[in-house]
């Protein structure tokens, strides 16, 4: 990997010996066959938390279908922190093979093809390469757009306010809080946890009870981690729960572009 793509990709630098990083395709079959046995995160060299899956039986199934929406996002990254190499060109043919495994297990009475489905809008994914034809893509802007500075004096107002923020070191809940629909983001820090550790966090409905209903976490973490994500999530009433082990501290925050 070279200096140019990891510095494209946020990784730190690593000398000219260093072993190749991961390959994505052997990451991918590795977790839909064996992801319950945590070999996909022996291979990645995540030992602590392979022994942890191997041990829970792949979190009974709910932690081997959160490591498949990391991996098929192209999230996913070995011990050293580099992604995986080959996800750009084998993605397509994995979210096909991954997706026609789970039709099979639907029609066998299992749902987790609806879940991977819905919420493969919302995992945040890490570029793999540049798009050239986005700059093209892009609509020119209209005579009416470039002519209207009473929408850009709108614009430069907007600033992102504070929704919610909350703290804690376990598993914490906040109260409820509203959402308007408009462009929002998440920031977050967990400390501590190199070893054993792992965190997610939810932004739920108000009404869903996580132990009973279920869902799926916006950011999964298996060790310290700072970083901010976009949030997709419409108009409504909800309330922040965040899952921790072995951290020393975490911040979470919540807001909105108004």
């Known amino acids: 990997m070279s200096n ?12 000219g010996d260093q072993a190749p ?14 992801g319950f046995f945590g070999v996909d995160r022996f291979y990645l060299g995540k030992i602590g938390t392979g022994v942890l899956k ?3 039986f792949g979190g009974l199934g709910v932690w081997v279908l959160i490591d498949w929406i990391i991996i098929l996002t192209g999230s996913m990254r070995d011990k050293s922190g580099r992604l995986l190499d080959g996800y750009a060109k084998y993605r397509l043919v994995a979210w096909i093979v991954t997706a026609a495994l789970l039709v099979v297990g ?4 299992g749902s987790s093809a609806a879940m ?14 540049a798009d050239p034809s986005s700059a093209a893509a892009a ?5 009416e757009e470039a ?6 004096a709108v614009e430069e107002a907007a600033t992102w306010q504070e929704v919610v923020t909350m703290e804690g070191g376990t598993d914490k809940s906040s109260s409820t809080f509203e959402l308007t629909g408009a462009e929002a983001r998440m920031t977050y820090s967990f400390a501590g946890g190199e070893d054993f550790a792992i965190g997610a966090i939810y932004v739920l409905e108000e009404g869903i009870v996580l132990l009973e209903d279920g869902g799926l976490p916006e950011v999964m973490l298996d060790g310290p981690a700072e970083d901010e994500t976009a949030l997709h999530k419409s ?12 951290f020393s501290g975490w911040t979470v925050t919540i807001e909105e572009l108004r």
């Open 4 to 15: 140019h793509i990891q510095q494209a990709y946020g990784a730190p630098g690593y000398p």
């Open 21 to 34: 990083a991961k390959s994505f395709v052997a990451t991918w079959l590795l977790s839909l066959f064996f």
């Open 54 to 56: 191997l041990l829970t």
């Open 106 to 109: 639907m029609v066998s009475g």
């Open 116 to 129: 991977l489905a819905k919420t493969a809008a919302d995992v945040p994914a890490v570029s793999q390469q």
């Open 139 to 143: 609509p020119a802007e209209t005579e």
């Open 147 to 152: 002519e209207d500075p009473v929408g850009e």
């Open 235 to 246: 108009a409504g009433t909800y309330y922040l729960d965040v899952n921790a082990a072995n």
